[in-house]
């Protein structure tokens, strides 16, 4: 159990610092060349780790194996990633974060929805702890938004844009989640599925952005190496995770909790190294520790009613 939690903080300190790089990065980039290289920091370290450790596996991987991966790759690095990047670029990465932080929100609504319609493999009921960690999550994300909330939209089209893609990434996130743990069922360990839908996701970006995204490699300073560094962090995270909640004897309600806390991990950087960018505000600050506790009781009320 003490290995889990070992490998849980260093999710959280994945996730949390992978969105402080990549804003440090796309000071001189845009966000789509930014997501190809965060994308190869990704598939390179899961990629080399897959061919060492599940070779063998990889290799017994029946065809329409790499169709679904192709998919999650789609939805969880173009669907997720690429919008979360979009919106740090608009809005800063203290407050996107919080949102993208969510999609264990969308996860457990996700899974409701697909028990209710009787799908096979999911038997998820809306509790008390869901319905009040909904409501949480949902005043701590208005909060985090600060004045935008009371400016007018109209005049503002850079947040609108930017909270609405980090809603909409979070949604993607949230969605990939269920199909990670299906897919991880089904064609093998969670290395090999993370490691797969990195490398299709790199495929497909790659013919569309890859040409700029080497330009920038040449002539952009340190820009590239902190989103390479980004996407390598975000990996790092990924795996932990996949590994702390596969492991014998560990407890996934202790376990999600803590990893939702990454928000907090990217405040503290931000308000470290983007003090000429951004501005943690007290309400941001409040904003996501109800946002992280309302995750952890929707989290757990999931939980409990699986």
Same mark, same amino acid.
């Given at each position: 159990?003490?290995?889990?939690?070992?490998?849980?903080? #260093? /999710?959280?300190?994945?996730? =949390?610092? +992978?969105a $402080?790089?990549?804003?440090? !990065?796309?000071? @001189?980039?845009?966000?789509?060349?930014?997501?190809?290289?965060?994308l190869?920091?990704?598939?390179?370290?899961?990629?080399?780790?897959?061919?060492?450790?599940?070779?063998?596996a990889?290799?017994?991987?029946?065809?329409i194996?790499?169709?679904?991966?192709?998919?999650?790759?789609?939805?969880?690095?173009?669907g997720?990633?690429s919008?979360?990047y #979009? /919106?740090?670029?608009?809005? =800063?990465? +203290?407050r $996107?974060?919080?949102?993208? !932080?969510?999609? @264990?929100?969308?996860?457990?609504?996700?899974?409701?929805?697909?028990?209710r319609?009787?799908v096979?493999?999911?038997?998820?009921?809306m509790?008390?702890?869901?319905?009040?960690?909904?409501?949480?999550?949902v005043?701590?994300?208005?909060?985090?938004?600060?004045?935008?909330l009371?400016?007018?939209?109209?005049?503002?089209?850079?947040?609108?844009?930017?909270?609405?893609?980090?809603?909409?990434?979070a949604?993607c996130?949230?969605?990939?989640?269920?199909?990670?743990?299906?897919l991880?069922?089904?064609?093998?360990?969670?290395?090999?599925?993370?490691?797969?839908?990195?490398?299709?996701?790199?495929?497909?970006?790659?013919?569309?952005?890859?040409?700029?995204a080497?330009q920038r490699?040449?002539?952009?300073?340190?820009a590239?190496?902190f989103?390479?560094?980004?996407?390598?962090?975000a990996?790092?995270?990924?795996?932990s995770?996949?590994?702390?909640?596969?492991?014998?004897?560990?407890?996934?309600?202790?376990i999600?909790?803590?990893?939702?806390?990454?928000?907090?991990?990217?405040?503290?950087?931000?308000?470290?190294?983007?003090?000429?960018?951004?501005?943690?505000?007290?309400?941001?600050?409040?904003?996501?520790?109800?946002?992280?506790?309302?995750?952890?009781?929707v989290?757990?009320?999931?939980?409990?009613?699986?």
């Amino acid at each position: 159990m003490l290995l889990s939690l070992g490998l849980a903080c #260093i /999710a959280v300190l994945g996730f =949390g610092s +992978s969105a $402080v790089l990549a804003r440090l !990065g796309m000071s @001189a980039m845009r966000p789509m060349p930014a997501s190809v290289i965060s994308l190869v920091g990704s598939t390179l370290l899961a990629g080399t780790l897959a061919l060492i450790f599940e070779f063998d596996a990889i290799i017994a991987l029946p065809a329409i194996a790499m169709v679904w991966l192709l998919g999650n790759g789609i939805l969880t690095y173009m669907g997720g990633r690429s919008q979360q990047y #979009i /919106a740090i670029s608009l809005i =800063g990465a +203290s407050r $996107v974060t919080p949102i993208v !932080g969510s999609a @264990a929100l969308f996860s457990a609504l996700y899974a409701i929805t697909l028990t209710r319609l009787g799908v096979p493999g999911f038997n998820e009921h809306m509790t008390v702890l869901l319905g009040v960690g909904t409501v949480v999550v949902v005043i701590g994300l208005a909060l985090t938004g600060g004045n935008f909330l009371r400016q007018s939209w109209g005049r503002d089209w850079r947040s609108v844009a930017g909270y609405g893609l980090a809603i909409l990434a979070a949604a993607c996130y949230g969605a990939s989640t269920l199909s990670g743990r299906v897919l991880s069922i089904q064609f093998g360990s969670p290395l090999i599925m993370a490691a797969g839908s990195m490398f299709f996701a790199t495929l497909v970006l790659s013919p569309v952005f890859g040409r700029e995204a080497a330009q920038r490699v040449a002539g952009s300073g340190w820009a590239p190496l902190f989103v390479f560094l980004a996407g390598f962090a975000a990996a790092c995270a990924v795996m932990s995770l996949y590994f702390a909640v596969t492991r014998e004897g560990s407890n996934i309600l202790v376990i999600a909790p803590i990893v939702s806390c990454s928000p907090l991990i990217t405040l503290l950087m931000a308000r470290l190294f983007l003090r000429q960018t951004e501005t943690v505000t007290s309400e941001l600050v409040i904003g996501t520790l109800m946002a992280v506790g309302g995750v952890a009781m929707v989290v757990v009320g999931g939980l409990i009613s699986s």
